[in-house]
């Protein structure tokens, strides 16, 4: 059995290729069960563990298990996940790799958002916000930097003093990052807001958002997690990554809850983006937002992709 480091797994994974081992894995028949989401007895209120499998007929299965500490940072200055993935030969079930899960959870989260971004965003997308300045948020430059040509990259975090690390960091390997504390400001002056956070709350809303917009939302993966109003899908096209979004979502629970918005309303889901059954955007003024949760078939991808690198 092979093991994979944090760096290693980083090595096997550039941004080109995983973004299209991913889109391949979305045309693909690959089966995902729904993760197993578990509430973890703990003194963060938040702790939670999910287990997250999928498989290939005769080719591949992997698990993915993921711990979600969200008070992480403020109580021991650790990052608030934290994950492994165990990866097997779908013939016989034997195990063949053990991968550095951390590195491919933010990895293809990124990748995936870049890969939706690619029919959801304007070609001629300049500007890229970032909200969030964790371990996913610091790879969305990457990932969207792979598909569009980025003058600007600003971060917002809560708090800034991370925001103005991450913009630095960036900085250091050629990226156009600045740090702001102005949101609202942010969001009107970007062609796309990619949101990466643990927040319970509203972060960015509707009304800062202007026409030819894409709003990436790719934090909230629990019913009380948010990172955007209600009124973001009154009016806007919404697209998912898959149908569990809408079961698992505060984002979008909550406007359903209020009546704002209908599960018939979503556009199309990435799978359905991939194999050209939509379009995407279709116009220069329009809306798109895009709400992730997260799904087992982008981890496998990458895992297969770290383990292939080798042979």
Request: aromatic letters at 8%; glycine letters at 6%; proline letters at 3%.
């Amino acid at each position: 059995m092979k093991f994979f480091d944090k760096q290693q797994t980083a090595a096997a994974l550039p941004y080109d290729a995983l973004i299209k081992a991913i889109d391949q894995m979305f045309k693909q028949e690959c089966v995902v069960p729904r993760r197993h989401n578990h509430a973890i007895d703990s003194d963060d209120a938040g702790a939670t563990l999910l287990i997250m499998p999928a498989w290939q007929k005769n080719r591949y299965l992997g698990i993915k298990h993921v711990t979600i500490y969200p008070d992480n940072g403020k109580k021991f200055g650790l990052a608030g996940l934290f994950s492994t993935y165990t990866l097997f030969d779908a013939n016989n079930g034997m195990p063949i790799a053990v991968i550095d899960g951390n590195t491919i959870t933010c990895q293809r989260t990124a990748a995936a958002s870049a890969l939706a971004a690619k029919f959801l965003a304007r070609k001629e997308s300049k500007s890229l916000l970032i909200v969030g300045a964790g371990n996913v948020a610091r790879e969305l430059a990457f990932a969207y930097g792979e598909l569009f040509s980025l003058e600007t990259i600003k971060i917002w975090n809560t708090t800034y003093k991370r925001a103005v690390k991450l913009a630095d960091d960036l900085q250091s390997k050629g990226f156009p990052a600045i740090a702001v504390e102005d949101l609202q400001e942010a969001v009107e002056n970007s062609d796309i807001v990619s949101s990466a956070t643990l927040s319970t709350g509203p972060l960015i809303k509707r009304d800062w958002v202007k026409p030819g917009t894409h709003v990436d939302l790719i934090g909230s993966f629990k019913p009380d997690m948010r990172e955007s109003d209600d009124a973001m899908f009154a009016d806007t096209s919404v697209f998912v990554d898959t149908s569990e979004a809408l079961d698992k979502a505060g984002d979008l629970l909550s406007p359903i809850s209020a009546g704002v918005f209908q599960r018939d309303q979503v556009k199309a889901d990435l799978a359905a983006l991939c194999q050209g059954q939509h379009q995407g955007r279709t116009s220069a003024c329009e809306i798109t937002v895009y709400k992730a949760v997260g799904t087992a078939m982008e981890d496998l991808a990458a895992a297969i992709l770290v383990y292939e690198s080798t042979i």
